[in-house]
């Protein structure tokens, strides 16, 4: 059974381009986590998202930022007109939901944002 | 505001001695999560605590959850090389999002 999947592991842009991340969540997973991990701080919650659908956005930032979950494919988390700040690690999270007998969130290795 | 603070923040152990880290909140959770974080790497799920007054032991590491006090603790036992790492606590407040703490890294040394 495959863990979480994020790709690219690493990614290099330059400020004011776009940056798009991908996450396959575990196999049997239908709930999606993004969170954002600064240099030597702790992860913050950004968005939670369900098949089509966005549950929770609190942790988002209101521009420029964005994700979806479409029925079909991976979760996309997408960066416009990227900025220095946005350079991070982003990890996507995925559970079966309540109900399924487990609330452990499972974590993907995670994108290295970079931005020059 | 909900908030998760570790203490100490970074920790230098020798080999073989016990120390406790310790993790508290700021409201009532019915969930609490210890990760294990190596440098670049993601995040290994080491315990989840689901109720009051919960214990779960793996290896040289237990876990423990006073939901009354909102503490939880992480002690380590008898410390080897292979436990360095930065440990985060994670309260889930029903909502579904981890709210994670400042984390704890661990050196330890011979």
């Known amino acids: 059974n495959a863990g979480v999947m994020q790709n690219p592991r690493h990614l290099v842009r330059r400020r004011g381009q776009e940056a798009r991340l991908r996450c396959s969540p575990m196999?049997?997973?239908?709930?999606v986590y993004w969170y954002r991990q600064l240099p030597e701080e702790g992860l913050k919650f950004m968005v939670y998202?369900?098949?089509?659908?966005?549950?929770?956005e609190s942790g988002m930032p209101k521009e420029r930022f964005s994700a979806e979950f479409p029925k079909e494919g991976p979760s996309i988390l997408r960066i416009q007109q990227v900025v220095r700040g946005d350079s991070a690690a982003y990890f996507c999270?995925?559970?079966?939901?309540?109900?399924?007998?487990?609330?452990?969130?499972?974590f993907g290795p995670g994108t290295r944002l970079t931005v020059l | 505001e909900l908030k998760v603070e570790q203490n100490p923040l970074f920790l230098s152990m020798q080999e073989g001695k016990n120390y406790t880290i310790y993790c508290n909140y700021s409201?009532?959770?019915?969930?609490l999560y210890w990760y294990r974080q190596d440098p670049g790497k993601s995040l290994e799920s080491l315990f989840v605590?689901?109720?009051?007054?919960a214990v779960k032991q793996e290896g040289r590491l237990m876990a423990s959850l006073d939901t009354k006090a909102r503490l939880s603790t992480l002690h380590i036992t008898a410390a080897v090389h292979d436990l360095s790492a930065t440990y985060f606590c994670?309260?889930?407040?029903?909502?579904?999002?981890?709210?994670f703490g400042t984390g704890t890294r661990l050196q330890v040394f011979p």
């Open positions: 999270a995925s559970s079966p939901g309540r109900g399924a007998g487990t609330d452990t969130q499972y």
């Open positions: 196999k049997g997973h239908s709930h």
């Open positions: 998202l369900q098949k089509e659908n966005i549950i929770d």
């Open positions: 409201t009532t959770s019915d969930r």
């Open positions: 605590l689901l109720s009051n007054g």
């Open positions: 994670a309260v889930d407040y029903n909502t579904d999002k981890l709210i």
